[in-house]
């Protein structure tokens, strides 16, 4: 029982480049989400689903695409990366939302830096 | 709009200590406060978690007090140790929605 795995664990894209940070748990969790983490901006949602085949926008949507085509995976992909988007990005999963005092199990983390 | 507001953004707390994180919210339909712990170079994980027909939770040295009618919520830590250095996350979330939405952390640095 591995969790939630994110890969990679760093990575360093140029201005303009696109890429995909991978998440997948193995616990058959329904809800998946991604947030980003800034020094003193704490952890902000970017996108959520809450079942295959249903994803939706959280508070910093722009620039990034999310799928759910599977119940395991929740790929994040970044369009053309821009300095604005080097954070650690953290996928978090859980069962719905009405079981929620399991909370979320989250990744390890992505360090990105646009450079 | 912040939903979620934390104070202080960094804590020094000598061992033995108490150490007390305050988080306000403005949202009545908040239904959930959790408290996530967060070591440097690992994700957060839960810590312990409140519900608004409560004014306290306890376990082990962790205990929330939830003031319901002023929209405030915190953690106390009890005997604060070293190994409680870390950066602490209130949150907070509603039955309708399955988001959760975060403070912006505080750093806590528990001196030996």
């Known amino acids: 029982n591995a969790g939630v795995t994110q890969t990679p664990k760093f990575q360093v894209l140029k201005t303009g480049q696109s890429m995909t940070l991978q998440c997948a748990q193995d616990?058959?969790?329904?809800?998946m989400s991604w947030y980003r983490q800034d020094p003193g901006m704490g952890l902000r949602l970017i996108h959520y689903?809450?079942?295959?085949?249903?994803?939706d926008q959280g508070e910093v949507p722009n620039g990034y695409n999310v799928s759910r085509s599977t119940t395991e995976d929740f790929p994040l992909r970044l369009l053309s990366a821009a300095p604005s988007q080097t954070s650690v990005y953290f996928c978090?999963?859980?069962?719905?939302?009405?079981?929620?005092?399991?909370?979320?199990?989250f990744g390890s983390g992505t360090r990105l830096t646009v450079v | 709009q912040q939903q979620v507001k934390q104070s202080p953004q960094s804590l020094i707390v000598q061992k033995g200590g108490i150490s007390i994180i305050n988080c306000a919210y403005e949202?009545?339909?908040?239904?959930?406060f959790p408290w996530y712990q967060q070591f440097p170079g690992k994700g957060p994980a839960l810590l312990i978690a409140?519900?608004?027909?409560?004014s306290e939770k306890k376990e082990g040295r962790f205990t929330i007090s939830f003031n319901k009618s002023a929209k405030q919520f915190s953690l106390h830590i009890m005997d604060s140790q070293p190994g409680d250095s870390a950066t602490y996350f209130c949150?907070?979330?509603?039955?309708?929605?399955?988001?959760?939405?975060f403070g912006k952390g505080t750093r806590l640095h528990i001196l030996p």
């Open positions: 689903s809450v079942g295959a085949g249903i994803t």
């Open positions: 978090a999963s859980s069962y719905s939302l009405v079981n929620r005092g399991i909370g979320y199990t």
């Open positions: 949150a907070a979330s509603m039955d309708r929605d399955d988001k959760i939405i």
């Open positions: 409140i519900r608004p027909d409560v």
């Open positions: 616990m058959n969790h329904e809800y």
């Open positions: 949202n009545t339909a908040f239904d959930y």
